[in-house]
């Protein structure tokens, strides 16, 4: 067969390993999963019951232009309804944003250390990706990155909060790289994080929208909302971005289940709320002991942290492991030596502390 060489060369993105997987290999019977940014209260009660209701419906294709939650989406905030794509995760309109503009041979900027799919779609696609350096704390260096654009440059993919590093670009840097940055190059923002965020000085790039920039956003249900197994995830952009976005968007791409619990998640304010409360007490808490444990913590605006063990992460990951404890080791994103942790309930992170605690100890 022919296969293009870039797709040869292509590493999958490799998932955390699932509770039940490690539970058969290491033959324990309790797992605190704090790998995967998942929500640790669970999924938003209203949304469970309106997925319950809608597998009755599961005999019927869905309804393909997700007309009550686009509408719903656009409502919250302050936008047309065919300004809305759906997607099968935040990771597939990302993708459909990039395959909208993206073309073998053009290129496409984003962070060293920045969320992996970016660089895994620019190889699929065939693009050039240009991965600038971090700032000194892992952030987004938007000064470089503006700086990075040639005139083969066709897209730029930012995160932020960003995965893993858990770093925030504040309002001042972002309006100072939009006045540097050409208009005509479509920028994604990915805001799959963005509910966690309480900081006064989070960007605002919705008004950036409505004044016509060129931008896409992207947030998902899987992360506050606690949908992260149905895969349901949304852009919003233009409506001459959307509109071709929408073109290359895949049929049916968002399932009645995920459509369903994702309308009755975006009003479950309370869920949320609390949500937000638990990841503040949990960031501080995990923060603090990962510091006392003598570990280099990145401060973080998401529901996670990424620590900094002094030492390959690798033997810290699988003694934690034996331990009951499955945390994420970010090699893949070029930080060798560190540790992403989800921020689970207190019991989880008390449980983790211990683990990491004894792990170390022993020099593992």
């Not at 759906?86 to 309109?93: C, F, I, T």
């Not at 503009?101 to 620019?122: K, Q, T």
Request: glycine share 10%; aromatic share 8%.
């Amino acid at each position: 067969m022919h296969v293009r060489e870039n797709i040869k060369t292509l590493l999958p993105y490799v998932p955390g390993k699932p509770i039940e997987e490690l539970e058969r290999e290491l033959g324990l019977k309790e797992i605190i999963k704090l790998a995967s940014n998942e929500n640790p209260l669970g999924a938003s009660p209203k949304g469970l019951e309106a997925a319950k209701k809608a597998l009755t419906g599961i005999h019927l294709y869905p309804d393909g232009s997700g007309y009550h939650l686009t509408g719903a989406i656009a409502e919250r905030h302050g936008v047309a309804r065919p300004q809305v794509v759906l997607g099968n995760g935040s990771n597939e309109v990302i993708e459909i944003a990039a395959r909208t503009f993206l073309a073998p041979g053009d290129e496409a900027i984003y962070s060293r250390h920045a969320f992996i799919v970016y660089p895994l779609i620019c190889k699929a696609i065939g693009a050039t990706g240009i991965e600038v350096p971090p700032l000194p704390d892992l952030g987004h260096d938007l000064e470089g990155i503006a700086a990075a654009v040639t005139s083969k440059t066709r897209f730029i993919f930012l995160a932020n909060p960003n995965n893993p590093t858990g770093t925030m670009f504040p309002q001042s840097a972002w309006k100072k790289f939009l006045g540097r940055v050409p208009a005509d190059i479509p920028i994604l923002v990915d805001e799959a994080y963005a509910e966690y965020v309480t900081d006064p000085d989070y960007p605002d790039p919705w008004k950036d929208l409505a004044a016509g920039r060129n931008l896409i956003i992207t947030r998902t249900f899987s992360k506050i909302f606690g949908l992260a197994g149905l895969r349901i995830g949304y852009a919003v952009s233009t409506p001459e971005i959307s509109d071709l976005m929408n073109r290359v968007r895949p049929p049916f791409n968002a399932n009645t289940v995920a459509q369903a619990a994702a309308l009755a998640a975006l009003s479950d304010e309370d869920f949320v709320r609390r949500s937000r409360e638990v990841n503040v007490r949990g960031l501080r808490y995990l923060r603090a002991h990962l510091e006392k444990l003598g570990l280099k913590v990145t401060p973080s605006w998401g529901n996670f942290i990424l620590a900094g063990l002094g030492r390959p992460a690798g033997s810290v990951y699988e003694a934690l492991l034996r331990k009951g404890v499955i945390a994420r080791p970010v090699g893949v994103y070029d930080l060798p030596n560190h540790l992403r942790i989800t921020v689970g309930t207190q019991e989880e992170i008390e449980t983790l502390v211990k683990a990491l605690s004894a792990v170390l100890g022993t020099g593992a």
